[in-house]
């Protein structure tokens, strides 16, 4: 196919869909050499030891020291620092701050070697449980505009220790890119009068070429508008605006689409370093924020971002995301 310019229905950018510049999608993939760093010295393998100060752990009845499975701890190099204050606005000439408060844990998963896609359902289940009984204990700090969500696996992706981890960093303002998203669906609910997201899954239900898998309460596809190749996004089936009011039962269907998508990419693409992160509607002004669907993003580390896409802000992505679908399925 030829080269399209492609507009994003959420935030209006255009990316560009340019095949011929890549070569075939297997022949780019290089198998990655992953580095498995020995259990012994991981910071990780006694979060406690190693000075993490401890928020809770799953099993809740276990010992902490030998049964548990699932840790939430403070980060021990935070990029926020929570304070029992406000938050102090100010200017500085033309520019305005913002004091970095607020909070950066740490979810820590128990076997050394098991990434997300390799946990047992059971585990698996737990790190999501443990996200969301953070979050709404963060939900009433005055501090806490936002909760980041996301995981970063391999070097490549930024993950500095190699011992499974995912991380929530709780901030003072609504991100940028979040709140393109956010604009984007209010803008496309007030002209529509339906959730851009729900359009999304419709057409890609309908059109059957994108999608890589589904279940009774989530569905996985290789979005239109690709920013990166082999981009995964995964939606509950409901329209469910905040990823911590997810009762169980979505929940678990939703963790068993992520492990689908991300043990396809492990196959399928040669095992490469990714990142995967939530977008979910903000703390504050939920009213305001019904007609937004939260979901997980998966974007493999396989391009870099150069000069056009760096001076313009419009990606270009070299595998067609039909193609994409086909490769991972």
């Known amino acids: 196919m030829n080269s399209e310019l492609r507009q994003d229905l959420v935030s209006g950018d255009w990316i560009v869909i340019a095949p011929k510049r890549g070569k075939r999608p297997h022949q780019f993939l290089r198998k990655t050499k992953r580095f498995k760093a020995p259990i012994k010295g991981c910071p990780f393998e006694d979060p406690l030891k190693s000075g993490h100060e401890l928020i809770f752990a799953y099993p809740e009845s276990a010992s902490i020291k030998n049964n548990w499975q699932v840790m939430v701890v403070k980060n021990k190099y935070p990029v926020f620092v929570h304070k029992k204050q406000g938050v102090n606005k100010f200017k500085k000439g033309p520019y305005s701050v913002v004091e970095g408060i607020g909070h950066h844990d740490l979810i820590i998963t128990r076997n050394h070697h098991k990434n997300f896609p ?17 979050y709404l204990m963060l939900f009433n700090d005055p501090c806490v505009v936002y909760v980041s969500i996301f995981h970063n696996w391999g070097p490549k992706a930024g993950a500095s220790i190699y011992h499974p981890h995912y991380q929530m960093i709780a901030l003072p303002v609504v991100p940028p890119d979040v709140n393109h998203s956010l604009s984007g669906s209010l803008r496309f609910f007030k002209k529509h009068k339906k959730c851009v997201h729900c359009t999304m899954i419709e057409y890609e239900k ?8 589904e279940n009774e309460g989530a ?19 409901k329209h469910l605006p905040y990823f911590e009011n997810t ?25 490469p370093d990714y990142n995967f992160f939530i977008h979910t509607a903000p703390i504050l002004n939920k009213e305001k924020y019904k007609n937004y669907h939260w979901h997980i993003e998966i974007q493999p580390k396989i391009s870099i971002s150069a ?3 760096l001076s313009t802000g419009i990606e270009i992505t070299v595998v067609d995301p039909d193609e994409a679908a086909r490769v991972l399925r």
Request: no cysteine; proline share 4%.
């Open 118 to 134: 390799h946990l047992n359902k059971e585990t698996a289940n737990l790190v999501f449980q443990a996200f969301r009984d953070r």
């Open 206 to 213: 309908k059109e059957k070429k994108r999608v890589i898998y």
């Open 219 to 237: 569905i996985v596809f290789t979005p239109f508008i690709s920013r990166e190749p082999f981009e995964l996004r995964i939606f509950p089936k």
């Open 247 to 271: 009762l169980d039962n979505d929940l678990e269907l939703i963790v068993d689409a992520l492990q689908k998508a991300l043990l396809k990419i492990e196959k399928r693409l040669k095992d």
């Open 307 to 309: 000069g056009f896409e």
